[in-house]
């Protein structure tokens, strides 16, 4: 099959939107960006057996190369609009595509996202995502912005995608005594390392309430590290506050859990900082019958779990504070910091296979 | 090496401009899209084996990973901005990416470019590039304008990235009795594969000028085959009007150096349909001392080359001619078409080694 058919088979599924002038078919592409708003532009590489495990349904990793971009997006307040994808593929395999595109056009749709451009190559399996969102000028969310006193609040549950890869790993489970089988392995454990939802309307909501954000892409420890970092200050996160699923809960035991929770990767849930004067404003965005389960009282550390994920909103817990200094710390129930390996995912040194 | 140190690598050489209101290092850029423009976006990815031979300079990769995106911007008539950079290595190899970072910068600081963002990651060689550039609104070029009457044009000379290409092949020239050693081997045609300039002034120059343009990236007969067909129309090109380098002329024999130059890819060259009322505009675009060497005087068909590049223009040809129907052919002196094996590049069926 030559590139110009495969090309067909993308465009038949890129989507529309008012705002594109000219989509897939020419040498680029030509968008409108509203007057007022900046553009917010990032790329993200999803590589066979670093991103993926080998034998991957095509359609979780369309949706996936996708969601891990969207959630850029959504860490700066940013609407998405549009995508460019870039196609590397072993030999031009129409199944492959035909299948990638339902992935990818499920989430690309439900996100109000175009795809207007890219290329097919051959060559190991590589797909290549940039989105491109706007956001008013001014009022986009970046690391930099956390400052002392801060609540830090996490969307969703933590650990859930990192305890799925380990257990769909080829050498089996971590640790073969707790192992189960693929089918007895939960569905929603496994969604959330296929399909993770990239937490858009959250992030949008977050525009004027919260001090910084970022996504958990690499690892909760590592990701608050970089706003730690950007911002000039350090962050303690209690423990016992961490959400996790019913599904992990039941999986791991206490120790486990916690490990993927505060260094696994692929979560993209939204970890962000707010300041005290604002925890009422962010009580306000989510609906009026999951207020009084946002905990926002200012006394730490406080473990607590917004369990409904209602509309477009995730849960959000609190799980720590900004304090004056540097580093990223976890608190046990007594206030002694937990010991990890790692901080999180090294794209040079692990491997998913 | 970590991931990060890679990024401070490339953050070093990224570039400024006064538009990035944010650059690398948070989750997405910040981008200014001025007033009254519209964003022109393409995405293309360049792999070890099928885009570049095994063993190549990086900074070459580099430069041309940017190149040909600039190139696909300068086939729209658009003004480069920005770039982003997704990276795969094998391992974190500093050195390979301090090369491939110095080609890359080059190119963009020379283009007024910043890297404003990306990502790198582990696996097989591959690097992806996204270019973004803004357009007066209304006013970019795409592939859909030809008119029959319409004179074809292309900007300097075609053939010598493939020229280069077939001769640097791991199996030697596909013609052995012909082959020189590499120390023979004209600098000038290797730049051409591995330095190519995009055409981004003339691009720009050709704004209400062109009716059609497109980039000569697969194959000057592939490539304008989608002006053909996206435009409704037929083109005719004179075959001893295709410009040819005399590195070219004094390498291959006359049938030789056509196949190269009405099929082999990676010239970067911009071939464009002009009307005739505007072949004096056209012509004022040039210099004045180089204006009278400019053929467009209506006659087909009509040889002739443009044989000074001044300044950020290069040289332009007329080489044939748009017509009413389809296809696009290739005319000897006789007027009788000339048969080629194929088009151009097919990206799953031609690899590099």
Redesign the interface.
Known sequence: ???FD?IARLTARAGARGDV??GI?????????P?GE????????L?????FLPGTDPADIGWKALAVNLS??A??G?RPA?A???L??P??DADFVDAFMRGFSALADAAGTAL?????????L?I?V????C?P?GQ?L???GARPGDAVFVSGTLGDASAALEHLRPMGPRHPGEGRSDDDFPMSLRDRLHRPTPRIALGQALRGVANA???VSDGLLADLGHIAR?SGVGIELDAEALPASAALRTLLDPAERLRCQATGGDDYELVFTVPSERWETLRAIFPPEFRGALPITPSPPLAGEWAGVRGAFPAVTRIGRVVAGEGVRVLDADGVPVDFDRAGW????D?VP
């Open positions: 099959m030559a590139e495969l002038a000219l078919g020419d040498d680029a592409a030509l968008l409108e960006v007057a900046q553009l917010v532009a990032c790329c993200d590489a590589n066979e057996g670093v991103h850029d997006l860490a700066m940013a549009w460019l994808l870039s590397t593929l030999r031009a207007v451009g890219g290329d097919t190559t051959s060559g190991p590589s290549c940039t989105a491109l969102g956001v000028r986009a970046t690391r930099a954000v970022i996504d950007a090294e794209h040079f040194m491997k």
